[in-house]
Protein backbone atom coordinates (compact mmCIF):
# COMPACT_ATOMS: atom_id res chain seq x y z
CA UNK A 1 0.00 0.00 0.00
CA UNK A 2 2.86 2.67 0.83
CA UNK A 3 4.59 1.29 -2.55
CA UNK A 4 1.07 2.22 -4.25
CA UNK A 5 0.80 5.99 -2.23
CA UNK A 6 4.35 6.60 -3.04
CA UNK A 7 3.67 6.10 -6.97
CA UNK A 8 0.75 8.27 -6.85
CA UNK A 9 2.38 10.74 -5.15
CA UNK A 10 5.00 10.92 -7.30
CA UNK A 11 2.80 10.72 -10.09
CA UNK A 12 0.66 13.35 -9.13
CA UNK A 13 4.40 15.87 -8.79
CA UNK A 14 5.14 14.44 -12.79
CA UNK A 15 1.85 15.99 -13.94
CA UNK A 16 2.33 18.97 -11.89
CA UNK A 17 5.84 19.44 -13.87
CA UNK A 18 4.11 18.04 -17.63
CA UNK A 19 0.82 20.08 -17.25
CA UNK A 20 1.31 23.17 -15.67
CA UNK A 21 -1.38 24.70 -13.55
CA UNK A 22 -2.50 27.26 -11.02
CA UNK A 23 -4.47 27.16 -7.74
CA UNK A 24 -7.15 29.89 -7.49
CA UNK A 25 -6.69 30.39 -3.87
CA UNK A 26 -3.03 31.30 -4.21
CA UNK A 27 -1.60 34.03 -6.22
CA UNK A 28 -2.13 33.76 -9.83
CA UNK A 29 1.63 34.46 -10.72
CA UNK A 30 2.62 31.13 -8.95
CA UNK A 31 2.05 27.70 -10.72
CA UNK A 32 2.68 23.87 -9.81
CA UNK A 33 6.05 24.41 -12.11
CA UNK A 34 7.16 27.34 -9.91
CA UNK A 35 6.71 25.56 -6.80
CA UNK A 36 8.62 21.88 -8.42
CA UNK A 37 11.48 24.13 -9.10
CA UNK A 38 11.59 25.36 -5.46
CA UNK A 39 11.58 22.19 -4.34
CA UNK A 40 13.71 20.90 -6.32
CA UNK A 41 16.09 23.94 -5.63
CA UNK A 42 16.28 23.40 -2.34
CA UNK A 43 16.58 19.83 -2.27
CA UNK A 44 19.64 19.97 -4.88
CA UNK A 45 21.42 22.63 -2.01
CA UNK A 46 20.76 20.22 0.96
CA UNK A 47 22.16 17.61 -1.06
CA UNK A 48 24.87 19.84 -2.22
CA UNK A 49 25.66 20.19 1.79
CA UNK A 50 25.47 16.58 2.44
CA UNK A 51 27.25 14.84 -0.39
CA UNK A 52 30.15 18.20 0.15
CA UNK A 53 30.19 18.48 -3.66
CA UNK A 54 28.25 20.57 -5.83
CA UNK A 55 26.99 17.67 -8.56
CA UNK A 56 26.28 19.50 -11.99
CA UNK A 57 25.93 16.96 -14.88
CA UNK A 58 28.79 18.10 -17.23
CA UNK A 59 26.93 18.36 -20.14
CA UNK A 60 24.45 21.26 -18.86
CA UNK A 61 27.29 23.55 -18.50
CA UNK A 62 28.02 24.11 -22.46
CA UNK A 63 23.86 24.57 -22.14
CA UNK A 64 23.81 27.29 -20.01
CA UNK A 65 26.31 29.11 -21.91
CA UNK A 66 23.46 28.78 -25.01
CA UNK A 67 20.60 29.49 -23.13
CA UNK A 68 22.45 32.41 -21.24
CA UNK A 69 23.95 33.90 -25.04
CA UNK A 70 20.03 33.73 -26.31
CA UNK A 71 18.67 35.94 -23.26
CA UNK A 72 21.28 38.27 -24.17
CA UNK A 73 20.30 38.68 -27.97
CA UNK A 74 16.97 38.94 -26.57
CA UNK A 75 17.83 41.69 -24.14
CA UNK A 76 19.57 43.58 -27.11
CA UNK A 77 17.35 42.79 -29.46
CA UNK A 78 14.27 44.52 -27.43
CA UNK A 79 16.83 47.49 -26.09
CA UNK A 80 18.03 47.67 -29.55
CA UNK A 81 14.44 48.16 -30.75
CA UNK A 82 13.17 50.46 -28.52
CA UNK A 83 10.74 47.70 -27.37
CA UNK A 84 9.69 47.01 -23.58
CA UNK A 85 9.03 42.72 -24.64
CA UNK A 86 11.40 40.69 -23.02
CA UNK A 87 9.51 37.73 -23.66
CA UNK A 88 12.43 35.41 -23.93
CA UNK A 89 15.04 37.56 -22.53
CA UNK A 90 14.84 36.14 -19.35
CA UNK A 91 14.45 32.10 -21.06
CA UNK A 92 17.42 31.51 -17.97
CA UNK A 93 15.01 31.73 -15.74
CA UNK A 94 12.93 29.24 -17.82
CA UNK A 95 15.42 27.14 -18.20
CA UNK A 96 16.72 27.12 -14.51
CA UNK A 97 12.92 26.77 -13.72
CA UNK A 98 12.56 23.54 -15.71
CA UNK A 99 15.95 22.15 -14.16
CA UNK A 100 15.06 22.80 -10.76
CA UNK A 101 12.03 20.89 -11.46
CA UNK A 102 13.17 18.21 -13.13
CA UNK A 103 15.44 17.35 -10.28
CA UNK A 104 12.92 17.05 -7.88
CA UNK A 105 11.03 14.60 -10.19
CA UNK A 106 14.34 12.49 -10.76
CA UNK A 107 15.20 12.46 -7.25
CA UNK A 108 11.74 11.46 -6.34
CA UNK A 109 11.80 8.65 -8.67
CA UNK A 110 15.29 7.94 -7.75
CA UNK A 111 14.10 7.94 -4.26
CA UNK A 112 11.26 5.84 -4.81
CA UNK A 113 12.35 3.15 -7.13
CA UNK A 114 16.48 3.22 -6.44
CA UNK A 115 16.70 4.72 -9.66
CA UNK A 116 15.47 6.24 -12.50
CA UNK A 117 15.84 5.66 -15.54
CA UNK A 118 13.80 6.03 -19.52
CA UNK A 119 11.57 3.00 -18.49
CA UNK A 120 10.63 4.25 -15.18
CA UNK A 121 10.64 7.82 -16.40
CA UNK A 122 8.53 6.79 -19.54
CA UNK A 123 6.26 4.44 -17.63
CA UNK A 124 5.13 8.00 -14.95
CA UNK A 125 4.72 10.24 -18.27
CA UNK A 126 2.47 7.33 -19.88
CA UNK A 127 0.07 7.16 -17.12
CA UNK A 128 0.04 10.74 -16.29
CA UNK A 129 -0.95 11.50 -19.68
CA UNK A 130 -3.91 8.58 -20.19
CA UNK A 131 -4.93 10.53 -17.13
CA UNK A 132 -5.14 13.76 -18.52
CA UNK A 133 -6.36 11.96 -21.38
CA UNK A 134 -9.79 10.45 -19.30
CA UNK A 135 -10.01 13.71 -16.89
CA UNK A 136 -10.67 15.62 -19.87
CA UNK A 137 -13.59 13.30 -20.82
CA UNK A 138 -14.44 13.62 -17.30
CA UNK A 139 -14.40 17.39 -16.62
CA UNK A 140 -16.48 17.92 -19.85
CA UNK A 141 -19.06 15.42 -19.46
CA UNK A 142 -19.59 15.63 -15.61
CA UNK A 143 -20.95 19.23 -14.28
CA UNK A 144 -20.09 18.57 -11.22
CA UNK A 145 -16.55 17.56 -11.89
CA UNK A 146 -16.08 20.79 -14.08
CA UNK A 147 -17.29 22.68 -11.56
CA UNK A 148 -14.71 21.60 -8.83
CA UNK A 149 -11.60 21.27 -11.38
CA UNK A 150 -12.97 25.54 -12.58
CA UNK A 151 -13.31 26.41 -9.31
CA UNK A 152 -9.94 25.76 -8.04
CA UNK A 153 -7.77 25.10 -10.94
CA UNK A 154 -6.31 28.11 -13.00
CA UNK A 155 -5.61 27.29 -16.09
CA UNK A 156 -7.21 29.60 -18.89
CA UNK A 157 -10.57 27.76 -18.51
CA UNK A 158 -12.51 30.97 -19.53
CA UNK A 159 -11.09 31.33 -23.21
CA UNK A 160 -11.38 26.90 -23.35
CA UNK A 161 -14.96 26.87 -22.45
CA UNK A 162 -15.43 29.91 -24.94
CA UNK A 163 -14.17 27.88 -27.68
CA UNK A 164 -15.45 24.24 -26.87
CA UNK A 165 -12.60 22.45 -26.23
CA UNK A 166 -11.69 19.64 -23.96
CA UNK A 167 -9.21 20.08 -21.42
CA UNK A 168 -7.55 18.17 -18.43
CA UNK A 169 -5.71 19.37 -15.34
CA UNK A 170 -3.21 22.18 -16.82
CA UNK A 171 -3.65 20.26 -20.26
CA UNK A 172 -5.15 21.96 -23.14
CA UNK A 173 -4.56 23.20 -26.63
CA UNK A 174 -0.96 23.14 -28.20
CA UNK A 175 0.97 22.58 -25.23
CA UNK A 176 -0.91 19.80 -24.02
CA UNK A 177 -0.56 18.75 -27.76
CA UNK A 178 3.13 18.72 -27.69
CA UNK A 179 3.86 17.01 -24.13
CA UNK A 180 1.33 14.07 -25.34
CA UNK A 181 3.41 13.67 -28.85
CA UNK A 182 6.82 13.59 -26.89
CA UNK A 183 5.60 10.67 -24.51
CA UNK A 184 4.51 8.85 -27.88
CA UNK A 185 7.60 8.86 -29.24
CA UNK A 186 9.20 7.61 -25.89
CA UNK A 187 6.28 5.33 -25.61
CA UNK A 188 7.65 3.83 -28.65
CA UNK A 189 11.31 3.46 -28.02
CA UNK A 190 10.87 1.88 -24.67
CA UNK A 191 8.54 -0.95 -26.65
CA UNK A 192 11.11 -1.17 -29.13
CA UNK A 193 14.19 -0.52 -26.99
CA UNK A 194 13.55 -2.48 -23.66
CA UNK A 195 13.99 -6.21 -23.53
CA UNK A 196 12.39 -6.28 -20.54
CA UNK A 197 9.19 -4.50 -21.81
CA UNK A 198 8.96 -6.97 -25.39
CA UNK A 199 9.17 -9.96 -23.31
CA UNK A 200 6.19 -9.13 -21.06
CA UNK A 201 2.78 -9.42 -23.35
CA UNK A 202 1.02 -7.30 -20.29
CA UNK A 203 3.16 -4.26 -20.52
CA UNK A 204 3.55 -4.03 -24.25
CA UNK A 205 -0.31 -4.24 -24.56
CA UNK A 206 -0.54 -2.12 -21.76
CA UNK A 207 1.77 0.61 -23.38
CA UNK A 208 0.05 0.33 -26.78
CA UNK A 209 -3.30 0.80 -25.41
CA UNK A 210 -1.92 3.81 -24.14
CA UNK A 211 -0.31 4.69 -26.95
CA UNK A 212 -3.65 5.16 -28.71
CA UNK A 213 -5.96 6.29 -26.18
CA UNK A 214 -3.43 9.00 -26.15
CA UNK A 215 -3.13 9.63 -29.75
CA UNK A 216 -6.86 9.27 -30.25
CA UNK A 217 -8.28 11.41 -26.96
CA UNK A 218 -5.08 13.46 -27.10
CA UNK A 219 -6.42 14.57 -30.82
CA UNK A 220 -9.62 15.58 -29.34
CA UNK A 221 -8.11 18.02 -27.14
CA UNK A 222 -4.99 19.38 -29.56
CA UNK A 223 -4.29 18.25 -33.22
CA UNK A 224 -1.02 18.96 -32.70
CA UNK A 225 -0.82 15.10 -31.14
CA UNK A 226 -1.07 13.97 -34.28
CA UNK A 227 2.92 14.80 -34.79
CA UNK A 228 3.85 12.74 -31.76
CA UNK A 229 1.08 9.92 -33.15
CA UNK A 230 3.24 9.35 -36.91
CA UNK A 231 6.58 9.93 -35.39
CA UNK A 232 5.97 7.11 -33.01
CA UNK A 233 3.99 5.07 -35.67
CA UNK A 234 7.30 5.74 -37.89
CA UNK A 235 9.33 4.36 -34.62
CA UNK A 236 7.12 0.79 -34.47
CA UNK A 237 7.87 0.56 -38.54
CA UNK A 238 11.23 1.23 -38.39
CA UNK A 239 12.18 -1.17 -35.57
CA UNK A 240 10.37 -4.39 -37.80
CA UNK A 241 13.62 -4.31 -39.96
CA UNK A 242 11.05 -3.36 -42.71
CA UNK A 243 12.90 -0.92 -44.14
CA UNK A 244 15.96 -3.53 -44.44
CA UNK A 245 13.22 -5.49 -46.14
CA UNK A 246 13.06 -8.45 -43.45
CA UNK A 247 10.68 -8.63 -40.37
CA UNK A 248 12.96 -9.36 -37.36
CA UNK A 249 12.11 -12.53 -35.16
CA UNK A 250 12.51 -10.70 -32.02
CA UNK A 251 9.71 -8.16 -32.64
CA UNK A 252 7.03 -10.95 -34.10
CA UNK A 253 5.40 -10.91 -30.77
CA UNK A 254 5.15 -7.32 -30.20
CA UNK A 255 3.30 -6.58 -33.17
CA UNK A 256 1.75 -9.41 -33.34
CA UNK A 257 -0.09 -7.47 -29.75
CA UNK A 258 -0.10 -4.44 -31.56
CA UNK A 259 -2.25 -5.65 -34.32
CA UNK A 260 -5.00 -7.02 -31.89
CA UNK A 261 -5.11 -3.64 -29.95
CA UNK A 262 -5.50 -2.22 -33.14
CA UNK A 263 -8.15 -4.36 -33.88
CA UNK A 264 -9.77 -3.61 -30.47
CA UNK A 265 -9.39 -0.02 -31.41
CA UNK A 266 -10.50 0.47 -34.33
CA UNK A 267 -13.51 -1.34 -33.40
CA UNK A 268 -13.97 0.90 -30.28
CA UNK A 269 -13.70 3.92 -32.12
CA UNK A 270 -16.30 2.95 -34.69
CA UNK A 271 -18.70 2.23 -32.45
CA UNK A 272 -18.13 4.98 -30.58
CA UNK A 273 -18.60 7.05 -33.89
CA UNK A 274 -21.23 5.18 -34.85
CA UNK A 275 -23.38 5.25 -31.84
CA UNK A 276 -22.73 8.57 -30.02
CA UNK A 277 -23.35 12.27 -31.82
CA UNK A 278 -20.91 13.38 -28.63
CA UNK A 279 -17.86 10.89 -30.11
CA UNK A 280 -18.68 11.30 -33.66
CA UNK A 281 -18.22 15.34 -33.21
CA UNK A 282 -14.95 14.62 -31.41
CA UNK A 283 -13.41 12.28 -33.69
CA UNK A 284 -14.65 14.56 -36.87
CA UNK A 285 -12.45 17.39 -34.94
CA UNK A 286 -9.34 15.20 -34.01
CA UNK A 287 -9.23 13.60 -37.27
CA UNK A 288 -10.95 16.47 -39.71
CA UNK A 289 -7.98 16.03 -41.84
CA UNK A 290 -8.45 12.03 -42.55
CA UNK A 291 -12.08 12.84 -42.60
CA UNK A 292 -11.51 15.14 -45.54
CA UNK A 293 -9.28 12.93 -47.00
CA UNK A 294 -11.26 10.48 -47.07
CA UNK A 295 -14.46 12.15 -48.14
CA UNK A 296 -13.36 14.74 -50.77
CA UNK A 297 -10.06 13.52 -51.56
CA UNK A 298 -8.22 16.26 -50.49
CA UNK A 299 -5.81 16.27 -47.41
CA UNK A 300 -6.87 19.89 -45.11
CA UNK A 301 -8.08 21.15 -41.97
CA UNK A 302 -9.65 24.82 -40.87
CA UNK A 303 -6.19 25.31 -39.01
CA UNK A 304 -4.19 24.26 -41.84
CA UNK A 305 -5.46 26.00 -44.30
CA UNK A 306 -5.44 29.65 -42.06
CA UNK A 307 -2.00 28.91 -41.63
CA UNK A 308 -1.28 28.42 -45.37
CA UNK A 309 -3.13 31.57 -45.78
CA UNK A 310 -2.22 34.14 -43.35
CA UNK A 311 0.33 33.42 -40.89
CA UNK A 312 3.45 33.26 -43.11
CA UNK A 313 4.77 36.46 -41.58
CA UNK A 314 8.26 37.02 -42.53
CA UNK A 315 10.68 40.44 -41.56
CA UNK A 316 10.59 42.58 -44.46
CA UNK A 317 13.94 44.27 -44.08
CA UNK A 318 17.31 42.98 -43.13
CA UNK A 319 17.41 44.17 -40.31
CA UNK A 320 14.82 42.55 -38.50
CA UNK A 321 15.94 39.62 -40.72
CA UNK A 322 19.47 39.62 -38.21
CA UNK A 323 18.47 40.48 -34.93
CA UNK A 324 14.55 41.28 -35.21
CA UNK A 325 12.30 43.11 -34.20
CA UNK A 326 11.67 42.97 -30.55
CA UNK A 327 7.91 41.78 -30.32
CA UNK A 328 6.75 38.63 -29.80
CA UNK A 329 3.69 38.97 -27.32
CA UNK A 330 0.32 39.93 -28.10
CA UNK A 331 0.23 37.98 -31.57
CA UNK A 332 2.13 41.26 -32.77
CA UNK A 333 2.50 39.80 -36.42
CA UNK A 334 -0.84 37.82 -36.41
CA UNK A 335 1.11 34.26 -36.39
CA UNK A 336 0.97 31.62 -34.65
CA UNK A 337 4.03 29.66 -36.32
CA UNK A 338 7.56 28.75 -34.43
CA UNK A 339 9.74 30.10 -37.06
CA UNK A 340 8.07 33.67 -38.37
CA UNK A 341 7.25 34.78 -34.55
CA UNK A 342 11.02 33.73 -33.37
CA UNK A 343 12.50 35.13 -36.28
CA UNK A 344 10.23 38.48 -36.55
CA UNK A 345 11.35 38.85 -32.14
CA UNK A 346 15.43 38.06 -32.33
CA UNK A 347 16.18 37.66 -35.75
CA UNK A 348 18.50 34.36 -37.64
CA UNK A 349 21.40 34.90 -34.60
CA UNK A 350 18.63 35.01 -31.97
CA UNK A 351 16.50 32.08 -33.30
CA UNK A 352 19.41 30.06 -34.72
CA UNK A 353 20.91 30.29 -31.04
CA UNK A 354 17.51 29.21 -29.45
CA UNK A 355 17.32 26.20 -32.24
CA UNK A 356 21.27 25.35 -31.00
CA UNK A 357 20.02 24.48 -27.78
CA UNK A 358 18.11 21.94 -28.58
CA UNK A 359 20.70 20.33 -31.29
CA UNK A 360 23.51 20.42 -28.93
CA UNK A 361 20.94 18.60 -25.99
CA UNK A 362 19.52 15.58 -28.28
CA UNK A 363 23.66 15.34 -30.00
CA UNK A 364 24.64 15.18 -26.08
CA UNK A 365 22.67 13.22 -24.79
CA UNK A 366 22.57 10.82 -27.54
CA UNK A 367 26.29 10.18 -26.80
CA UNK A 368 25.51 9.71 -22.91
CA UNK A 369 21.91 7.32 -23.74
CA UNK A 370 23.15 5.20 -26.41
CA UNK A 371 20.24 3.12 -26.16
CA UNK A 372 18.24 5.97 -27.13
CA UNK A 373 20.32 7.85 -29.64
CA UNK A 374 17.65 7.52 -32.28
CA UNK A 375 15.53 8.70 -30.02
CA UNK A 376 16.92 12.00 -29.60
CA UNK A 377 16.89 12.79 -33.79
CA UNK A 378 12.95 12.15 -33.71
CA UNK A 379 12.89 14.74 -31.06
CA UNK A 380 14.79 17.25 -33.34
CA UNK A 381 12.64 16.28 -36.02
CA UNK A 382 9.35 17.16 -33.12
CA UNK A 383 10.80 20.43 -32.76
CA UNK A 384 11.45 21.42 -35.81
CA UNK A 385 7.47 20.20 -37.02
CA UNK A 386 5.88 21.94 -33.69
CA UNK A 387 7.58 24.96 -34.96
CA UNK A 388 5.40 25.30 -38.19
CA UNK A 389 2.44 25.86 -35.84
CA UNK A 390 3.25 26.97 -32.74
CA UNK A 391 6.06 29.31 -30.63
CA UNK A 392 7.16 26.44 -27.90
CA UNK A 393 9.86 24.35 -26.65
CA UNK A 394 10.80 20.95 -25.68
CA UNK A 395 13.36 21.52 -22.78
CA UNK A 396 10.96 20.16 -20.44
CA UNK A 397 11.98 16.60 -21.36
CA UNK A 398 15.41 17.46 -21.89
CA UNK A 399 15.50 19.06 -18.45
CA UNK A 400 14.53 15.53 -16.95
CA UNK A 401 17.11 13.52 -19.35
CA UNK A 402 20.10 16.03 -18.05
CA UNK A 403 19.29 14.36 -14.61
CA UNK A 404 18.77 10.57 -14.94
CA UNK A 405 22.03 8.80 -14.78
CA UNK A 406 23.72 6.15 -17.26
CA UNK A 407 23.47 3.09 -16.36
CA UNK A 408 24.09 -0.41 -17.39
CA UNK A 409 21.36 -1.78 -19.92
CA UNK A 410 20.66 -4.93 -18.61
CA UNK A 411 19.20 -3.40 -15.15
CA UNK A 412 15.48 -2.90 -15.98
CA UNK A 413 12.30 -4.03 -13.11
CA UNK A 414 8.85 -3.82 -13.39
CA UNK A 415 7.83 -0.47 -12.08
CA UNK A 416 6.29 -1.35 -8.15
CA UNK A 417 8.40 -4.22 -7.95
CA UNK A 418 11.40 -2.58 -7.08
CA UNK A 419 10.09 0.41 -5.93
CA UNK A 420 11.28 1.12 -1.85
CA UNK A 421 8.81 0.49 1.08
Given at each position: MLRIIGVIIVGVMVSGYFFTFGLSFIPASINSKMVLAVMGALLYVFHSIRNRQVVLPKELIP?????????????????????????????????ATWLAGGYVIVSAIKSLHGRANFKILTAYLTAVCVFQCA????????????????????QGQVFLNEIGRLYGIGASLDPAGVRFSIVMILIAFVVTKEDSVKSNKTQITLYFLAFFIIGIIGNMISRTTSTGMLLGL???LLSTGINQLIIRSDVKKVY??????????????????????YFYDLLRFAFEGFFNWMETGVWRTDSTDKLNAVMWVWPTDIKTWIIGSGLFENWAFGTD??????????GLIGFGTFALLFIYSAVILARKFQKYR????????????????????????YALFYWLEREPETIDEPLLQNAHT
Open positions: ATGIVALFSVICFFTADYNGTVDYSYADYIVSFAALIIDNNEAVKTLVDSYILGVFAILALVLIFIALTVNILYQSSPIGYCRFILYCLMFLFLILLSGIIWLKVATDLFLI
